[in-house]
């Protein structure tokens, strides 16, 4: 039983990808602009957006966590993501503000933790319900409360909307639409929810992640992981790892390095006279941006892996050569 939901919601973001995919070609790069306004925090920069779903055929990948704040495990998981600075996207529960006991004092106070430290805050409806079923007034008092608890929290509203189990409809759409909501899905789930250890999420990753690329051509995107599970906390590390480690193995052969941006500016579209409930176009970086992001990123993986890793290789050391720095005293310290 668990093995089919838990397949059915993998599913679900691939699916959501291939649709998005037919969308590459309609719209040019040119039309993602850059507003100059914040990526990062309540992220004003990316208001009134399509619909974004992950898709992308770099191997770009932003972390989304979901459901928290989680006094137990938030916490822990600001430290680790500060370890390797990397800045995520979180999508908040406001009922976990709602009121003024210990628990919810304390989830305000780690909510704007996750701000201090330059993460990303979206918000995830204010008690999980699913919304594809709601009619008007049921949005519209769910989305009221949501904004005031934020107001309340932040002193402002936030401008991404992940909606519980990515459940929508043309009403939940067109009213995130109105009140200038971009909706953020995800192209890579592990339906971690459902796992017992992070090791079994780390294997659901790979799996997903070779999937992906076999299936739709898509080789990066919108991860999608709860910080409500201290398996899921403990499986950012050995994701994180591991890519890194794909990292040393694709600079070998040549090939585009996995890149962990910081903020969701990367797949975000002008909404611009379209209808809501559209999806955004898949990530096309241009070469100028793609070429300057990827040589920086060679650079920072060729030091990493010829310090932790395997005998240096020829490029290695050429690359040493132009440093003046001999091979043998530039290994592992
Ligand atoms: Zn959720």
Not at 167 to 188: C, H, Q
Request: glycine content about 6%; charged content about 25%; overall charge neutral.
């Amino acid at each position: 039983m668990s093995f089919w939901f838990r397949s059915a919601y993998v599913a679900f973001g691939l699916t959501a990808s291939v649709c998005c995919l037919f969308a590459i070609v309609a719209v040019s790069q040119d039309e993602q602009s850059y507003r100059g306004e914040e990526t990062t925090g309540l992220a004003s920069g990316l208001a009134n957006g399509l619909i974004i779903s992950g898709a992308t055929a770099h191997r770009i990948i932003h972390f989304t966590f979901d459901d928290g704040p989680d006094p137990r495990f938030t916490p822990m998981l600001l430290d680790k993501l500060d370890a390797v600075s990397v800045k995520a996207t979180f999508f908040f529960s406001a009922s976990r503000f709602r009121g003024q006991d210990k628990r919810n004092r304390y989830a305000v106070e780690i909510a704007r933790e996750a701000l201090r430290r330059g993460h990303t805050i979206g918000s995830h409806s204010v008690d999980h319900k699913r919304m594809f079923r709601m009619d008007q007034q049921s949005v519209r008092e769910q989305l009221e409360e949501n904004d005031e608890l934020f107001q309340r929290v932040f002193g402002r509203r936030t401008w991404l909307f992940r909606p519980p189990h990515g459940s929508r409809s043309p009403i939940v759409d067109k009213m995130l639409a109105e009140r200038g909501y971009t909706t953020v899905l995800w192209n890579i789930g592990m339906a971690d929810w459902l796992s017992t250890s992070a090791q079994e999420v780390l294997h659901t990753w790979k799996r997903v992640l070779e999937r992906l690329e076999r299936e739709t051509g898509q080789r990066g995107g919108v991860v999608l992981l709860h910080d409500t599970h201290a398996w899921s906390v403990d499986a950012f590390d050995l994701i994180y790892a591991d890519i890194m480690k794909r990292n040393c193995r694709l600079l070998e052969q040549g090939e585009e390095l996995y890149d962990v941006v910081n903020d969701l500016g990367f797949f975000f579209a002008e909404r611009g006279q379209t209808q809501p409930g559209i999806f955004a176009p898949a990530v096309f970086l241009k070469p100028a941006i793609l070429a300057a992001r990827q040589a920086h990123l060679r650079e920072d993986t060729r030091y990493r892996c010829v310090e932790t890793d395997s005998p240096q290789t020829t490029s290695d050391q050429a690359f040493y050569a132009t440093k003046g720095v001999s091979s043998e005293s530039s290994g592992r310290m």
